[in-house]
Antibody, heavy 118, light 106 residues
Framework: QVQLVESGGGVVQPGRSLRLSCAAS????????MHWVRQTPGKGLEWLAV????????HSADSVKGRFSISRDNAKNTLFLQMNSLRTEDTAVYYC???????????WGQGTLVTVSS | IQLTQSPSSVSASVGDRVTITCRAS??????LAWYQQKPGKAPKLLIQ???SLQSGVPSRFSGSGSGTEFTLTISSLQPEDFATYYC?????????FGQGTRLEIK
């Protein structure tokens, strides 16, 4: 069964850090590009970052550049998002997703909620 | 690249044909995808590369377009199709999504 499972969300104060994980199973993780996408409550979808299959290439959205960092551990089939200097506007559901060979997101996790609040 | 979907919401009945449009702020090839999202769930890929139906998606869904205008058509609405639909481009970074189209039951 193809599955992505996010974890690590929760309530955090502004300025603090949080690390999200995404565990993959049933898919060829080590040859897949992986992404993080978030969705603010009641609003739309925002792409955050992508990492190549081998981890050598990374790109991120301007809104999180310098604060969020994407990484992966292919030996453990796990994707990470390190989030530093969190702001209230970072409150959202965070999804990991696999990049397809046609530049779409063909497998999604169930999402993990991050709430930034004092 | 900014994506603008129209309409933002639409009411329709079971059996209706519905078309959703996604317009891009600048033209690109065909790296456009469509997703369906239901409340509390992750988006589900319907169409990629503008017109390629994802495996397992019913054939009543179809996509077309290139350049700056793309469309998603549902040929005969079923009860399970009432949801929010998003387009997404991956022609260039940053990847962007449309604002969504909410499809409601009339």
């Amino acid at each position: 069964q193809v599955q992505l499972v996010e974890s690590g969300g929760g309530v955090v104060q502004p300025g603090r850090s949080l690390r999200l994980s995404c565990a993959a199973s049933g898919l060829p993780f080590s040859i897949s590009s992986m992404h993080w996408v978030r969705q603010t409550p009641g609003k739309g979808l925002e792409w955050l970052a992508v990492i190549s299959n081998d981890g050598d290439a990374k790109h991120s959205a301007d809104s999180v550049k310098g604060r969020f960092s994407i990484s992966r551990d292919n030996a453990k089939n796990t994707l990470f998002l390190q989030m530093n200097s969190l702001r209230t506007e970072d409150t959202a559901v965070y999804y990991c997703a696999r990049g397809s060979d046609r530049r779409a997101f063909d497998v999604w996790g169930q999402g993990t909620l991050v709430t930034v609040s004092s | 690249i900014q994506l603008t979907q129209s309409p933002s919401s639409v009411s329709a009945s079971v059996g209706d044909r519905v078309t959703i449009t996604c317009r891009a702020s600048q033209g690109f090839g065909s790296w456009l995808a469509w997703y369906q999202q239901k409340p509390g769930k992750a988006p589900k890929l319907l169409i990629q590369a503008a017109s390629s139906l994802q495996s397992g998606v019913p054939s009543r869904f179809s996509g077309s377009g290139s350049g700056t205008e793309f469309t998603l058509t549902i040929s005969s609405l079923q009860p399970e199709d009432f949801a929010t639909y998003y387009c997404q481009q991956a022609n260039s970074l940053p990847i962007t999504f449309g604002q969504g189209t909410r499809l409601e039951i009339k």
